[in-house]
């Protein structure tokens, strides 16, 4: 679910999956990809969860 949201992220492509970490092709490598996928993931789990 999570590769499927961030995959309508500009500049980001989800690129292989194991069960543990997804592989991300990035268009800008000085974008802070990093950080806005930790903050995606942060807010998929609070609506999951409703944290």
């Known amino acids: ?3 499927t ?3 309508l992220l500009p500049g980001t492509v989800p690129a292989a999956e194991d ?3 997804i592989l991300y092709h990035c268009l800008n490598i ?3 990809a990093v ?3 930790a903050e ?3 807010a998929l789990v ?3 969860y409703n944290d």
């Open 1 to 3: 679910m999570f590769a």
């Open 5 to 7: 949201l961030t995959s």
């Open 19 to 21: 069960d543990a970490h």
């Open 30 to 32: 000085e974008n802070p």
């Open 35 to 37: 950080a806005e996928l």
């Open 40 to 42: 995606e993931e942060a």
């Open 46 to 48: 609070r609506a999951l």
